[in-house]
């Protein structure tokens, strides 16, 4: 048995174990995967439940509901609006919003009379700044692929071997990673940040960022990525589509695309 497998045997025992659970899915590869596991669990209790607010990408919420649909998956999809304390975007939002998230779900568990509440964290997460992470310690959520040791790459791999379409997915945070802290957030300019990305995918630049500063949209590129997206034709397609969405400018960050750059701390 392989280390990888090892690790596997011991998430299997996690669920088994748990005898109902509810896992937080947000339709990117960790959670997906994490749910595939849980439904070949036998005599497993589960649901999978997703939160919809303004600021999460439509497309992971109907890739979850896909996903859940296929397998046969009960799902929930729970409706939040920007709430007061991060429409400001603070420093601590992602702690502020992860309460907010896993207090709806907490509840949901304790009304529909499931034991356990699960979300998709993995072993790379805890080496990362993660402000969401206190919140699941503090809510009593817990992580089983975290707890199995389980890292984003061997995650990727044994999805890629199970046949799940999410085994390539590149991470895709919310939208309010892609505004300044202290700016002001409304559902007209998460749309715009949202409808310029999903653009880009488009035209196959997939994962890279807009980072949003005003009226000025500054493009993050994965490093793949550049010679294309200099390429004449692709530049001036991606220039008038963004100033046509509201951007009266359109910059591309030579640095390209950094986890968690608009993050202070992360600095």
Known sequence: MTLTEKKIAR??????????????CSGGTDSVFLLHQAAGIKGLRLM???????????????????????????????????????????EERCYLCKK????????????????????????????????GM???KESGVRSPLLEADLTKKEIRRTSKAAGLDT??????????????????????????????EAFLGVLGFRG??????????????????FRKA??????????EKLKSIGYRYVSVDIEGYITGKMNNKSR
Request: glycine share 4%; hydrophobic share 40%.
């Open 11 to 24: 998430l299997n025992d996690i669920l088994s174990e748990s005898g109902s659970v509810i896992i937080a």
């Open 48 to 90: 999978a439940v997703t939160i919809r607010t303004p600021y999460m990408p439509s497309e992971e919420i109907s890739g979850a509901e896909d996903f859940c649909k296929k397998r046969g998956i009960r799902h929930r999809v729970i409706e939040l609006p920007i709430a007061d304390e991060i429409k400001n975007n603070p």
């Open 100 to 131: 907010r998230i896993l207090k709806s779900i907490i509840d949901l568990a304790i009304n529909e009379g499931y034991s356990s509440v699960f979300d998709g964290s993995n072993a790379d997460d805890a080496k990362e700044y993660r402000p």
């Open 134 to 136: 206190k919140a699941l």
């Open 167 to 196: 085994w390539d997915k590149p991470a895709n945070a919310c939208l309010l990673t892609r505004f300044p802290h202290h700016t002001m957030i409304t559902n007209d300019e998460l749309k715009k940040a949202e409808e310029a």
């Open 208 to 225: 890279a960022r807009v980072r949003v500063h005003g009226d000025l949209a500054r493009i993050e590129f994965r490093s793949e990525q």
């Open 230 to 239: 200099l390429i004449s034709n692709n530049r001036m397609k991606i220039a």
